[in-house]
């Protein structure tokens, strides 16, 4: 059974940086895609980050240039560092694996003074 685990969450301020990790079990492959998501009070669910099997990764306009995902292959865990965090970057973020219904259960990150 495949199970995410998100983890690194917390109350930053402005400008401050939060690394988050999302732990996997039950993956039989290696190099696994995987996504960053975030969800904010009132609003729909969008993807932040995306690492794909070959290491591409991609993101929105709106982090671009302040987050980057990274991916330990061996011990199959995707990383978001996120800089310059932003308050309407404030939300519950969860990791995803391509390809399946395999969401993590989210981690709440709160940027504020």
């Known amino acids: 059974q495949v199970q995410l685990a998100e983890s690194g969450g917390g109350l930053v301020q402005p400008g401050g940086s939060l690394t988050l990790s999302c732990a996997t079990s039950?993956?039989?492959?290696?190099?696994?895609?995987m996504g960053w998501y975030r969800r904010a009070p009132g609003k729909q669910r969008e993807v932040v980050a995306r690492?794909?099997?070959?290491?591409?990764?991609n993101y929105p306009d709106s982090v671009k240039g302040r987050f980057t995902i990274s991916r330990d292959d061996a011990a199959k865990t995707a990383y978001l560092q996120m800089n310059n965090l932003k308050p309407e970057d404030t939300a519950v973020y969860y990791c995803?694996?391509?390809?399946?219904?395999?969401w993590g259960q989210g981690t709440q990150v709160t940027v504020s003074s």
């Open positions: 690492i794909f099997i070959n290491g591409s990764t």
């Open positions: 995803h694996l391509h390809g399946t219904l395999n």
């Open positions: 039950g993956i039989m492959y290696s190099r696994p895609g």
